[in-house]
């Protein structure tokens, strides 16, 4: 059975720090493809990072270039997301999520009917 499970979330004030996690099971991990997306208050969910494991490429969209970075753990089967310079525009829900059928790449994140896989979400609220 496929589970996705994030951690990490919290509180946190401008220009702070996270790292979320996203720990995989179900899947045969390596060459799969992980990615997160968040949703704001009153707002729809979107994109975030992508990447596909074990060595693939890493996606990232507008808002988390040069702020964000996500990598692996292929011994944990898991994947981060670490996120610096945070702001309260980042507040949000942050969902893991993987594709089925994709290997050493992604689909693009903003067709997120490619992604039926989803975790419980973490929060996270960047206070100014």
């Known amino acids: 059975q496929v589970q996705l499970v994030e951690s990490g979330g919290g509180s946190v004030q401008a220009g702070g720090s996270l790292r979320l996690s996203c720990a995989a099971s179900?899947?045969?991990?390596?060459?799969?493809?992980m990615a997160w997306f968040r949703q704001a208050p009153g707002k729809e969910r979107e994109g975030v990072a992508a990447m596909a494991t074990g060595g693939g490429p890493t996606y990232y969209t507008d808002s988390a270039k040069g702020r964000f970075t996500i990598s692996q753990d292929n011994a944990k089967n898991t994947v981060y997301l670490q996120m610096k310079s945070l702001k309260p525009e980042d507040t949000a829900m942050y969902y893991c999520?993987?594709?089925?059928?994709?290997?050493?790449?992604?689909?693009?994140?903003?067709?997120?009917?490619?992604?039926?896989?989803w975790g419980q979400g973490t929060q996270v609220t960047v206070s100014s």
């Open positions: 999520a993987a594709p089925r059928g994709w290997y050493l790449r992604c689909p693009d994140m903003s067709n997120q009917y490619e992604y039926p896989d």
């Open positions: 179900g899947y045969t991990y390596s060459g799969i493809c």
